[in-house]
């Protein structure tokens, strides 16, 4: 390092404090004897280190854009959203799928035939036809009129029974009734008869068509609709075949203990 480096700092005081006792006195500004020396050691240095450019600054942004790289890899990838199904143009919804073609059993399914019990009977006091009932169809107590007192001895209108449930109630004779107690008649219906399911079978449980159990779905209509006239298409295929056997075109009506059964009449009609 030279004489005039050392002094640098000390002559550039001098020199500021001469121009301001100048431009304090109201003396013309001079040079000083020390600013040629100064201009001189200035541009020296300058030669020594040419063009001193901020390679620390730039250095030190690499582990910057280093650590930016590794955040934006540590960072979890979004996830890609499932592309929603495009609808119909013009705000239409999609149309429904077609009802499974159930063949035969297309009306039969939603009607509702279940293992019923008789807890009470009596005659109607207004009619010489009917008895009222108080019937169990699983959990629910219906009560239903049957124009039996002419074919079924009240002795014999205990224990289980087959019943429709969701036919449309309806008053007969003033008593509301809410269903229908199934029976198999003759083609003059001069004999008629209980229809009775087998042995053992649980109160509340659906009849169903044996072979065909996975058709009967828990969902039903809770009423039938007189409109459709579902039960008016199912009753003509509702017979007994020639083992007694309730059938409903010619297939076999069974609850989880077998097939319901008439006690005499084969061949018959059931209603």
């Given at each position: 390092?030279?004489?005039?480096?050392?002094?640098?700092?000390?002559?550039?005081?001098?020199?500021?404090?001469?121009?301001?006792?100048?431009?304090?006195?109201?003396?013309?500004?001079?040079?000083?004897?020390?600013?040629?020396?100064?201009?001189?050691?200035?541009?020296?240095?300058?030669?020594?280190?040419?063009?001193?450019?901020?390679?620390?600054?730039?250095?030190?942004?690499?582990?910057?854009?280093?650590?930016?790289?590794?955040?934006?890899?540590?960072?979890?990838?979004?996830?890609?959203?499932?592309?929603?199904?495009?609808?119909?143009?013009?705000?239409?919804?999609?149309?429904?799928?077609?009802?499974?073609?159930?063949?035969?059993?297309?009306?039969?399914?939603?009607?509702?035939?279940?293992?019923?019990?008789?807890?009470?009977?009596?005659?109607?006091?207004?009619?010489?036809?009917?008895?009222?009932?108080?019937?169990?169809?699983?959990?629910?107590?219906?009560?239903?009129?049957?124009?039996?007192?002419?074919?079924?001895?009240?002795?014999?209108?205990?224990?289980?029974?087959?019943?429709?449930v969701n036919l449309k109630?309806?008053?007969l004779a003033g008593f509301?009734?809410?269903?229908?107690?199934?029976?198999?008649?003759?083609?003059?219906?001069?004999?008629?008869?209980?229809?009775?399911?087998?042995?053992?079978?649980?109160?509340?449980?659906?009849?169903?068509?044996?072979?065909?159990?996975?058709?009967?779905?828990?969902?039903?209509?809770?009423?039938?609709?007189?409109?459709?006239?579902?039960?008016?298409?199912?009753?003509?295929?509702?017979?007994?075949?020639?083992?007694?056997?309730?059938?409903?075109?010619?297939?076999?009506?069974?609850?989880?203990?077998?097939?319901?059964?008439?006690?005499?009449?084969?061949?018959?009609?059931?209603?």
């Open positions: 390092m030279s004489t005039i480096s050392q002094f640098k700092p000390t002559l550039i005081k001098l020199e500021t404090i001469i121009h301001q006792l100048e431009k304090s006195l109201g003396v013309e500004h001079k040079p000083s004897p020390f600013a040629e020396f100064i201009q001189l050691n200035t541009k020296q240095e300058n030669e020594a280190n040419p063009k001193q450019k901020e390679q620390p600054e730039k250095k030190a942004e690499q582990p910057q854009k280093k650590e930016q790289t590794e955040q934006k890899e540590k960072q979890p990838q979004k996830e890609k959203k499932p592309q929603q199904q495009q609808q119909p143009q013009g705000g239409k919804k999609a149309p429904a799928p077609a009802p499974q073609d159930l063949g035969p059993f297309t009306d039969f399914v939603n009607v509702d035939i279940r293992v019923g019990e008789l807890k009470k009977v009596w005659k109607h006091e207004e009619s010489d036809k009917l008895y009222c009932e108080e019937i169990d169809i699983g959990g629910e107590i219906r009560q239903i009129a049957s124009g039996l007192q002419q074919f079924v001895p009240i002795e014999e209108m205990t224990g289980q029974v087959l019943v429709l109630g309806r008053k509301m009734s809410n269903g229908m107690v199934l029976c198999a008649s003759d083609a003059t219906h001069t004999k008629v008869e209980l229809m009775r399911p087998a042995p053992g079978s649980k109160v509340g449980e659906r009849v169903k068509v044996q072979g065909n159990e996975a058709i009967f779905k828990d969902e039903r209509e809770e009423v039938l609709n007189p409109k459709k006239g579902q039960w008016e298409k199912v009753a003509p295929l509702l017979k007994t075949n020639g083992n007694l056997q309730a059938v409903f075109d010619g297939h076999l009506l069974t609850t989880s203990q077998g097939p319901i059964v008439s006690k005499t009449l084969a061949n018959s009609n059931i209603s």
